[in-house]
């Protein structure tokens, strides 16, 4: 997906601020025209609107791909052989484990185990933050940790 499309909401917000004002410039040409050019203006005025209509339509289109793009949570209760046990080589679980402990609906280790294989193979903490849905400081702790394993 397009990188500007990443924050769909302000696309959304800019587009409709660009066509409030385009028609408000549009409207206030209409009343300052006038006799036989105010004719053609009035046809000029429907071309616009039904080019706003068409940028209407799209940019609502855009909101439904954009929404239609989001990952859906990954489903608990992963089987843990997937995951080589070379690959958890570096894990930050001294550091997780209070956390575990305390709230073990919050965190799921199979979906930690996940995001620590995400951020071995070099996502970023932003990524895994959105992708798994952790927390901002188990992201970036599994993404320094996982920074630390691979340059040791």
Known sequence: MARWISRPERVLR??????????????????AVSGRERLIMAGALVGACL????????????????????????????????????MLEGFPMDQLR??????PDRLDL???YTAWTSAVLGRDAAWIQE??????????????????SADS
């Open 51 to 86: 080019s706003l209509a068409v940028v209407a339509f799209g940019i609502l289109r855009l909101r439904h791909v954009v929404g239609a793009a989001e990952v859906p949570h990954p489903q608990a209760g992963v089987a843990r052989s997937w995951v080589p046990a070379a």
């Open 131 to 148: 992708r798994f849905r952790l927390d901002p400081w188990v992201a970036d702790l599994l993404v320094r940790a996982a920074r630390a």
């Open 14 to 31: 800019r587009a409709g601020a660009g066509i409030a004002v385009l028609a408000l410039a549009e409207l206030a040409t209409l009343l």
């Open 110 to 112: 199979d979906l930690l």
């Open 98 to 103: 209070p956390a575990l402990l305390a709230d």
